[in-house]
């Protein structure tokens, strides 16, 4: 009966494949057309960043990077990312489980206010916390009085970006979650196992991928992100200025000097893209393989 079941589902998948198959022509158009649209629109962008910062030789190179603004720039990036990755983990490790596990009203609601930074302009985000914590803003004079500062400074950026990246994590781990069904976590339940040690021992071991997915997406956000934080940072050099406000401060200067610049440090915004692509490339893969794993451990079970 197994070799009857193996063969049907042979035959199907046979059929299935010729059903798909399009002329040699067909084929190759779309994988010409995919190339070119790759290559004009990501590759040569991308090496003409490179090539614009190595213009000047290594020398100037190293040194536009080593400028006392440029560096406070890079370690304000990177302490904003810090702050901001943790809390979106949490946020949509947090999110995720309520959503993809339990039914609740307003569960349409909560997932559309998840939503909402995609649907959102980041300037406007921007303009969002300036009318809530500016000088002029609702909590403007209490915050003036205590001598607590938000706007054009570092809490705002903050704010701002947390934000922005808050859907990502959380936009991973739901599908993640919803895939795996709640039949382990009602299993560890019914063995005595409590509401913790479920999330910590079953759903989270189940998810892990989709946990490291969306800390990848988020964390490469934040390091990028520009329209949001330029409106609440003010962009004052050495206190307040990100990555890419540098980029976009130094780009507009009449210095050709200070326009070479602006592509060495926009290269490591490039580095980072690639080294988020070949890590998301990665954990697809990883993905697939133990999926794949999982199905013939299944067959081999069934059969």
Known sequence: MAGIVNHKRRGATVKSQRGSDEPAWVRWLLITLGLAFVGIFLVLPLV????????????FYVKSLLEADTVHAIKLTLLITCIT????????MAAAWCIAKFDFKGKAFLITLIDLPF????????????????RQGIFGGWLEEHDIKIIFAVPGMVLATTFITFPFVARELIPVMQATGTEQEQAALTLGASGWQTFWHVTLPSSKWGVIYGVILCNARAMGEFGAVSVVSGSIAGSTETIPLRVDKLFH???MAAGVSA???ASLLAVLALITLVIKSYLEW??????????????????
């Open 48 to 59: 003409n960043v490179f090539v614009q910062a190595f213009q000047m030789g290594l020398g």
């Open 253 to 255: 200067s009449a210095s």
């Open 263 to 265: 592509f060495a440090v």
């Open 85 to 92: 990755v943790p809390l979106n983990t949490i946020f949509g």
């Open 286 to 303: 990883r993905t697939e393989r133990d999926h794949a794993l999982a199905q013939e451990a299944t067959g081999e079970v069934g059969n």
């Open 119 to 134: 649907a959102v302009s980041p300037v406007v985000a921007g303009l969002m916390f300036v009318v809530w914590f500016g």
